[in-house]
């Protein structure tokens, strides 16, 4: 029996929709456990290219059951879309997709309220994806939230509703905006809810017998170790727990029962919003790393920073996970780069620091200290096996483990699930 735990290592984008199709063939269950549509996820296989945002990516395999677990907050709207493109393009979904009931919605209001805070800050705006993310987890926590069990009940959800209406009504039209009408939102959820309903079910006791009954179950992490909102670089953080920690309680499975947590890393480093990045790259070198990773977010569609590895930030996340592995993606898109620099350490005032000893304005001021590794001149794309490739790119590969400390499990080369090494 083994519980996986897939974790993007960077500021989210790492390729882990890759790594989590690619360890799904063997997989019986495949679990989002946190995170909304903030987050995004690309598959590619030969049914074609699926941008996923709350859908598991392991629902491509016809062997698994995807999970949406308490964790995660639901844009409905954004879910039944999902679920329709599946369907679609052949995917069955019904009898294989289930939806934990404890799920939080996302409210016409949230989204509101997101727009206007980020206007409010004006130039000091976090950079958020306006999704609506924080303001449902702060409901969450606050005891203002509706969850899908309340949606369920048409009573309950409208004496839910007309009271988050009579709380979020004053804010708005403090804030200039028009008041929300209660019925109107009534209707479109209470229409809605009926497309989700096949889908809901207590997931726990689903997870539990899994665990009893020695299945492969693959956790699925929405967003990178740095946007954790207590270890990431706050505020330019999500609202919810990244880490491995968070497992327990986004998805009720114990610690003890992980047996393997896999960071994924992409072979560079990039980065989208606003917040510090220190091995940020700004000329001709970032362009191109941005042009030929095609580094453009896949829920927004914002241009990505792009930058070199930064192993200060892996050694971290490996280190407060406790990774049993790494899995390197798009290696490929550093075919052709003479020269590959990646940042050792920081200094801060001419000493050398570590991520740990400061917040984001500490980290906006830490200088890179850089290693350079000889570039490859053959290209990596599609190669399958450790022993083709060149050997500029295994001494890269090498060096990242030892810098890091954690051997690399899983080599990318290209975006189809084909495109990997198994080391």
């Known amino acids: 029996m083994a519980v996986t735990l897939v974790i993007g290592s960077q500021w989210g984008d790492e390729g882990k929709g890759k790594i989590i199709d690619y360890l799904s063939l063997k997989s019986d ?62 995917i069955k979904t ?27 800050k004006g130039k000091k705006k976090t950079g958020t994806t306006g999704r609506g993310i924080g303001p449902t987890y702060a ?88 946007l954790d909102n207590d270890w990431g670089t706050y505020p330019f953080v999500s609202a919810s727990t990244v880490l491995s920690g968070g497992v327990t309680a986004g998805a009720g499975i114990p610690p003890r029962d992980i047996n393997n947590i896999i960071g ?27 042009e030929k990773g095609n580094e453009f977010g896949t829920t927004t569609g914002r241009k990505r920073r792009c930058g070199w590895l930064d192993i200060e930030l892996i050694r971290f996340a490996s280190q407060i996970n406790g990774y049993t592995g790494l899995a390197i993606t798009k290696l490929d898109v550093l075919d052709g780069f003479p020269q590959i620099k990646v940042c050792t350490s920081y200094t801060y005032d001419g000493k050398k620091v570590n991520y740990s000893a400061g917040d984001a304005v500490f980290l906006s001021r830490v200088k890179p200290v ?37 051997k690399i499990k899983y080599v990318s080369t290209g975006g189809e699930r084909t495109e990997i090494i198994k080391i």
């Open 139 to 226: 409901d969450k926590v606050s005891y203002n939230g509706i969850r899908i069990a309340d949606l369920l009940s048409k009573t309950g959800f409208l004496e839910k509703l007309e009271t988050q209406l009579i709380l979020k009504n004053k804010i708005l039209t403090a804030l200039g905006e028009k008041k929300l009408s209660k019925n109107e939102i009534a209707d479109h959820f209470l229409k809605i809810r009926e497309k989700i309903k096949p889908y809901v079910a207590e997931v726990y006791p689903l997870l539990q017998n899994a665990i009893k009954n020695k299945k492969e179950i693959l956790l699925e992490g929405a967003h990178g170790v740095f």
């Open 264 to 290: 994924v890393v992409k072979a560079y480093t990039t980065r989208v919003g606003s917040g510090p990045f220190p091995t940020e790259l700004f000329e001709s070198v970032g362009e191109k790393l941005r």
């Open 370 to 406: 850089y290693k350079t590794f000889k570039g490859w001149k053959k290209p990596t794309k599609g190669i399958k096996k450790y022993a083709d490739l060149p050997i500029e790119a295994k001494e890269y590969l090498k060096g990242i483990e030892k810098l890091a400390g954690t």
């Open 29 to 90: 269950y495949v679990v989002r456990f946190h995170g909304g549509n903030n987050a995004g996820h690309t598959v590619i296989n030969k049914l074609g290219k699926f941008p996923m945002h709350l859908v598991p990516s392991g629902i491509f395999n016809e062997k698994s059951k995807a999970i949406i677990s308490n964790g995660v907050i639901l844009d409905l709207e954004v879910l039944v879309s999902e679920i329709e493109s599946l369907e679609k393009s052949g």
């Open 94 to 120: 019904k009898g294989r997709l289930f939806i934990s009931p404890r799920c939080h919605l996302i409210m016409p209001y949230h989204k509101i309220l997101d727009r206007l805070y980020e206007e409010a």
